[in-house]
């Protein structure tokens, strides 16, 4: 109770600040053919009273290469219509606890989900461009995931919602601007300027590759940020002005260390000051607010979709 005391919301600037047309430029980069379904495996995990879980297994065929994607997926029960879906995007390690619990909150109250396994970035410690490759590998999946959507008739393609925590809010405020299919956004723990982000988070796993990557390269921590600077232009730094600020809702955490709070403030900035949810935590400690996250993103995501 003490905890969730000190969250703050605030609501959006007003008036709302409009989204820039993407750039042709960016929309040649990342807007890659639709890859078909070349095979779909479907199996039910388990029956809730409100919802079923089934494990799906999509492989798509693309120009030059094959893409696997696994999906948990959240069938809501049947309903009147299609219903509005929320993409969820996972954090960067652990066995989806935390996401399962948002998934289970949203499917509870009517919306389906479709909650994305991650892609791993692999053991040892990868170079700028392969950070940048992952990025937009994630990118063209979670795309061809919104493909999936479309296949399904009991979910509506027209009331797509997106939601991520941390390495997921990160890859979620990538997507938004990429893809007009998403109609509202909730980047959770995110921030922008990803070079400062991986140069200075005090996250462990990234603490101990960063300190293996600059004893292997000769380099010290700003030559780091410099090389990573040069080679990353997947940023939701960038993109930015190319996301409607009425459609995203920005969650914080005041003493968050591992994504740092000022680069979290400063990317509300370049959205054009959205709803925000500043919580009075470091980015662990943020797991005291989810109650409050909870409600207050299926309100979010109830009025936008």
């Not at 994607?69 to 959240?74: F, G, M, R």
């Not at 999936?148 to 601007?177: C, N, V, Y």
């Amino acid at each position: 109770m003490l905890v969730l005391s000190g969250c703050v919301h605030l609501p959006p600037k007003r008036p709302a600040r409009l989204a820039k047309p993407l750039p042709s430029a960016l929309v040649s980069e990342f807007n890659s053919p639709a890859g078909f379904v070349s095979n779909c495996e479907e199996k039910l995990v388990k029956n809730e009273s409100r919802y079923s879980l089934r494990r799906i297994e999509l492989t798509f065929d693309q120009t030059s290469a094959t893409s696997n994607v696994t999906i948990d997926y959240y069938q809501v029960q049947e309903r009147a219509g299609p219903s509005a879906v929320i993409v969820l995007l996972p954090i960067s390690g652990g066995g989806y606890e935390v996401e399962s619990l948002f998934a289970r909150y949203f499917a509870r109250h009517g919306l389906a989900v479709a909650l994305v396994h991650r892609r791993e970035v692999g053991k040892r410690t990868p170079e700028a461009s392969e950070i940048e490759g992952w990025l937009k590998q994630n990118i063209a999946d979670h795309k061809r995931v919104l493909d999936w959507i479309e296949t399904r008739g009991e979910l509506d393609a027209h009331r797509i919602g997106l939601f991520g925590i941390s390495m997921g809010g990160i890859q979620a405020a990538l997507l938004a601007p990429l893809d007009h299919r998403v109609k509202a956004a909730t980047f959770g723990l995110a921030a922008g300027d990803l070079p400062f982000v991986l140069a200075h988070s005090t996250e462990r796993s990234i603490v101990r590759h960063r300190a293996e990557f600059l004893r292997a390269h000769q380099m010290n921590l700003a030559q780091f940020q410099d090389e990573l600077r040069n080679a990353m232009t997947c940023d939701p730094a960038l993109l930015a002005p190319y996301v409607e600020q009425e459609r995203v809702l920005l969650v914080l955490g005041f003493c968050d260390t591992v994504v740092p709070f000022d680069k979290g403030w400063e990317l509300r900035g370049k959205l054009g000051k959205p709803e925000t949810l500043i919580l009075p935590t470091g980015h662990y400690t943020a797991l005291f607010c989810i109650p409050y996250v909870k409600n207050r993103c299926l309100h979010f995501f109830r009025k936008h979709l």
